[in-house]
């Protein structure tokens, strides 16, 4: 693997190279950017790269490199509010404000079931209602038709629960895939 990483470097520096219009003399060309690969330092014919594969690596939590480095923070990072950074990236929040976590709204009675409201949902993230009928036996099992379900627009959102009982316990799980 760090042989093809360094031979994929080698090729994209020799692109930022021509991009940036690099003559080997022109003083105003020695560096480039590129996202995901990282610096170049232009030296004639023998380039300086830092390679950034990195970025695409996760810790040990599964939080990627490259959205801990956007946000600037690291996996146990707290805003103040309880909610590790590698958690705000799976509800994808926003883990430097504190209160940017997926919480349950409200639970109310309806004639159909029982909606469960919660926020904020992501349009890239995949939600699941959960329930037990007791908290104290048995564990939590998926509502009907409430498995993965993606939105496509963000915001407060809304899960039924159409198995109707004198009494539920709910949870909103949050998947970043299916």
Do not use: C
Not at 117 to 140: E, K, N
Not at 150 to 162: N, R, V
């Amino acid at each position: 693997m760090r042989v093809i990483r360094y031979a994929i470097a080698a090729l994209l520096a020799g692109t930022l190279a021509a991009r940036a219009g690099d003559t080997g003399t022109d003083p105003a060309h020695k560096y480039a950017w590129d996202e995901n690969v990282g610096w170049l330092k232009f030296k004639g014919t023998s380039p300086d790269y830092g390679v950034r594969s990195m970025a695409f690596y996760t810790q040990p939590k599964g939080t990627p490199n490259w959205w801990l480095d956007y946000h600037g923070v690291n996996e146990d990072y707290d805003a103040g509010d309880d909610v590790p950074a590698s958690d705000k990236y799976v509800m994808d929040t926003d883990p430097n404000v504190a209160g940017d976590y997926l919480r349950i709204t409200s639970i109310s009675n309806a004639p159909t079931g029982t909606d469960v409201a919660f926020t904020p949902a992501s349009t890239r993230r995949y939600y699941t209602l959960t329930r037990r009928d007791d908290l104290t036996q048995g564990g939590w099992s998926s509502v009907a038709d409430q498995v993965s379900v993606q939105y496509g627009i963000a915001g407060e959102k809304t899960m039924q629960d159409t198995n109707v009982a004198s009494q539920a316990f709910y949870t909103v799980e949050v998947a970043v895939a299916p």
